[in-house]
């Protein structure tokens, strides 16, 4: 099993943050953290890197869902998804999820899978829809 659900855009980086925030709410999700990894490395270390935004996704009811199924579930929320410029191609941005089937087969609770299937199919939504808007953007 893949540890993510990707998909590549043709775009700025702005634009994919933009975009992939949107198809997450399009999938009742919304962003609860957002940590950016290059300005913090930058400021820690001093280090530099290319555009890295972790953005922690959440929907509600799901997560509700998943912590009713068992408690220690938070230690695996919210879901995270790396919007991050792809330093090998300039001008391709990467859209990373974790695969939320994840959540049920590390924790091995039989109530969690049907939650974790849910949340895949919402997630290759939001995967589909970026690469959808993508192909549509390459097409104008």
Known sequence: MDIALSTTLHTGFDEAVKRTREALAQQGFGVLTEIDVKATLKAK????????LILGACNPPLAHR??????????????????????????TIVIEAM??????????????????????????????????????????
């Open 45 to 52: 270390l001093d280090e530099d890197m290319e555009n890295y």
């Open 66 to 91: 998943a912590i009713e199924a068992t408690r220690q579930i938070g230690t695996l929320l919210p879901c995270n998804v790396v919007v991050r410029s792809d330093p090998e191609q300039a001008g």
């Open 99 to 140: 695969n939320p089937r994840l959540l049920a087969d590390v924790t091995g609770e039989p109530k969690l899978a049907p939650i974790a299937d849910e949340v895949t199919g919402r997630i290759q939504a939001v995967i589909d829809e970026l690469q959808r808007s993508d192909a549509a953007t390459e097409r104008s």
